[in-house]
């Protein structure tokens, strides 16, 4: 497997952004080595740990104004970036990344970083990982905040809107990710230093293996490889007792009414204080970040 790593100087200076890097070795099913990169917030020691997953083609910088809300509130907070992304290493290859090994790659993660007595806040790919992790390590999360996300099993279908996301995500040429982001955005222009830093992972088309295919890789059948693992963690997630909320925006056309299922289907969802956020498009981190990171603390408070 050939990968690239992003130059730590691809990183400096960016806006509202001063974390400084943790890195750990996962390994790869060829035996590569991959670095993946996260953020450690708040006190170690902390009784609560925040976990926030972002998805496609963002990576942790996308937490950047929820980050202080959670730390001002006592909690430990962990943001990874998916291998691909941010300053995770990066694959060359579109086909070196599948569905299962993304899941594989965030597990061995999680387990090397000892992480516990999680609240997993997902959104995008965040929860098409985040969620089949926390269903195989279930010991490791106590709560799960579901945002503009699901676990998708190609039954139903995809919906229209994100059929068209993968078509263009496969033609695109030059990939445009800092667009795709102001694109999925309510709260438009984002300042030019934001936008920067959502390019800054990736110095040329080479490193935007992951971006490119990863749409592609969501289950749109019964016959997709990952349908069958999903299927079978949404097994395990009707049997989830622990607490689980919806927030999703009101303004995103590709998981728009995906709360449903989760609310219908999950035990642990009963009674819980789902909202859904006005304002807030396929990012709301960025559109709602604050009122976003103060929801999720009250559903902690709520259920601690």
């Not at 997902?122 to 010991?139: E, F, H, S, T, Y």
């Amino acid at each position: 497997m050939d990968v690239l790593r992003t130059p730590e100087s691809a990183f400096a200076s960016l806006p509202t952004w001063s974390y400084e890097p943790v890195y750990t070795d996962v390994t790869a099913h060829d035996g590569t080595t991959l670095r993946v990169h996260h953020v450690d917030a708040g006190p170690s020691d902390a009784n609560e740990t925040i976990l926030c997953m972002h998805g496609e083609p963002t990576w942790a910088y996308l937490y950047r104004t929820m980050i202080p809300v959670f730390v001002s509130a006592g909690h430990r907070v962990i943001a990874p970036d998916l291998v691909g992304f941010g300053r995770s290493d990066k694959p060359t290859k579109m086909t070196d990344h599948t569905y299962e090994r993304h899941v594989d790659w965030m597990s061995q993660w999680l387990l090397a970083n000892n992480l516990h007595n999680l609240t997993l806040v997902c959104q995008d790919w965040g929860g098409l990982i985040g969620l089949r992790v926390a269903m195989a390590l279930p010991q490791r999360f106590a709560r799960i905040v579901v945002a503009n996300t699901g676990m998708p099993t190609g039954d139903p279908e995809p919906n229209e809107a994100f059929l068209k996301w993968r078509e263009f995500s496969q033609k695109a040429d030059p990939f445009p990710t800092s667009a795709i982001i102001q694109g999925g955005c309510t709260s438009k222009p984002l300042a030019p230093g934001v936008l920067a830093a959502y390019d800054a992972p990736f110095p040329s088309e080479d490193y935007k293996a992951g971006p490119k295919i990863m749409p592609s890789l969501v289950p749109a059948s019964l016959n997709d490889p990952s349908s069958k693992p999903n299927r079978d963690a949404w097994e395990l997630l009707r049997s989830w007792t622990k607490p689980l909320v919806t927030m999703f925006g009101d303004s995103d056309p590709v998981t728009r009414n995906g709360e449903w299922i989760f609310r219908k289907s999950v035990p642990g969802a009963a009674g819980m204080p789902h909202q859904t956020i006005e304002g807030g498009g396929h990012f709301l981190q960025e559109d709602r970040g604050p009122e976003f990171a103060s929801a999720v603390n009250a559903f902690v408070a709520k259920t601690h």
